[in-house]
């Protein structure tokens, strides 16, 4: 009798692109979802080599006490492109390493993983992955909700934005592209839709 297959599935999309709610349906729909986001939060407040590192890296202002400090990071790194690919050096391995953990057991009573993670072509991850969905959207339409979700000012959403590859790559690379420019309520309509094609892929 033949292994069921699993497969793992990333989640992908530039700042602003609704990437977040589209995965969150998907784990209302009782899916498993990895967050990448998270997993390097927690790695920054709890491993204390990754502490040293950062702090080493950029400063004692990197940290209060024990926690991250979250506005200095954004203020300072993200719109940095050196400062950022200094610190997802330190981060995305151990990054890697979590969620490869977090697959394999999940998928002891799984048969589909979904994670989602912002940066999978960016850091040329993508093989890892059975699928990639990119989640697109008009950028004005991402600055606006990224401005009033993420309450960053329009000129941190552009420095953001432009650490990031642009759209019209990522989606030669994708197996499978929603645009996000209309209602939640299409793009949760989406996010079943992707279940329902992902389904047969598992015979």
Known sequence: MSKAKKIKVAITGNIGSGKSTFTKFLFEADYPVILADDISKEILSSDPEVKTEVINEFGAESFHGNKINKKYI???????????????????????????????????????????????????????????????????????????????????????DNNQLKEDLKKKNADFIFTNDGTISELKRKAILLINLLKPTLK
């Open 74 to 160: 954004a203020d300072n790194i993200f719109s940095d492109p050196k400062k950022l690919k200094k610190i997802n050096s330190i981060l995305h391995p151990r990054v890697r390493k979590r969620i490869e953990y977090l697959s394999e057991e999940y998928f002891k009573t799984n048969d589909i993983v979904f994670i989602e993670a912002a940066l999978i072509f960016e850091s040329k991850i993508e093989k890892m992955y059975d699928y990639v969905v990119l989640i697109t959207a008009d950028k004005n339409i991402r600055m606006k909700r990224s401005t009033v979700t993420k309450k960053i000012s329009e000129e941190d959403f552009v420095k953001r």
